[in-house]
Nanobody, 124 residues
Framework: QVQFVESGGGLVHPGGSVRLSCAVS?????????MGWYRQAPGNEDRELIA????????NYVDSVKGRFTISRDDAKDTAYLQMDDLQPEDTGVYYC????????????????WGQGTQVTVSP
């Protein structure tokens, strides 16, 4: 059973920064799968894949976060990260991580049950 524990969220002012962590336990997924960060905006049932990193450290981002967010991974610690800079109110949401199937960002799908996520609120 693979489990994801997201942490690092909180309340931040516009223009601020936050670093999210995703600790993975259970069956090892690092070294085999891409990892992704998803965002669920308030009032939205869907989660949007916003950042993806492959097992060879190739990264992809949606346009809305490109240049502001940086995804990374530490295979030795089974942990993925999302550095979020220049945060804006529209970045508010619950952030989740998951292992991904699919060769491209647009075709990626989550592989395992979701963790509890971590809330990021961007407000003056």
């Amino acid at each position: 059973q693979v489990q994801f524990v997201e942490s690092g969220g909180g309340l931040v002012h516009p223009g601020g920064s936050v670093r999210l962590s995703c600790a993975v336990s259970g069956r090892s997924v690092f070294g085999f799968y891409a990892m992704g960060w998803y965002r669920q905006a308030p009032g939205n049932e869907d989660r949007e894949l916003i950042a993806r990193i492959t097992s060879t450290d190739v990264t992809n981002y949606v346009d809305s976060v490109k240049g502001r967010f940086t995804i990374s991974r530490d295979d030795a610690k089974d942990t993925a990260y999302l550095q979020m800079d220049d945060l804006q109110p529209e970045d508010t949401g619950v952030y989740y991580c998951n292992a991904l199937a699919g060769l491209q960002m647009v075709t990626s799908q989550s592989l395992y049950p979701w963790g509890q996520g971590t809330q990021v609120t961007v407000s003056p």
